[in-house]
Nanobody, 121 residues
Framework: QLQASGGGLVQAGDSLRLSCAAS????????RAWFRQAPGKEREFVAA????????LYADSAKGRFTVSRDNAKNTVNLQMNSLKPEDTAVYYC????????????????WGQGTLVTVSS
């Protein structure tokens, strides 16, 4: 299972750190990704990280503001979000897959429940 946490209500310009913890399955070598879904919009890719070499991908909206990282000991992936904007308001989802990674939802077999991030102006 994947469990996302760390969401909350913040003001524009603030920072927030999301975490994606894995349990019940060997996710230790799986790629992990973050997607988000804003109200009334489709879910979109935010960032991804491979487990072995730590390669990363970012959506253009996340580049320069968000950083995805891993904690091998805790089997956790974090998403550090800085300089948050109201348009970052969304439910953020964690996803994982044993063999694939990229920006498309279909690449990821496992999904966790989302965590809500609300950025006020």
């Amino acid at each position: 299972q994947l469990q996302a946490s760390g969401g909350g209500l913040v003001q524009a310009g603030d920072s927030l750190r999301l975490s994606c913890a894995a349990s019940g399955r060997t996710f230790t070598t799986y790629a992990r990704a973050w997607f988000r879904q804003a109200p009334g919009k489709e879910r979109e890719f935010v960032a991804a990280i491979t487990w072995i070499r730590g390669g990363t991908l970012y959506a253009d909206s996340a580049k320069g503001r968000f950083t995805v990282s891993r904690d091998n000991a805790k089997n956790t992936v974090n998403l550090q979000m800085n300089s948050l904007k109201p348009e970052d308001t969304a439910v953020y989802y964690c996803a994982s897959d044993p063999t694939r990674w990229g920006t498309r939802e279909a690449l990821y077999a496992y999904w966790g429940q989302g965590t809500l991030v609300t950025v006020s102006s």
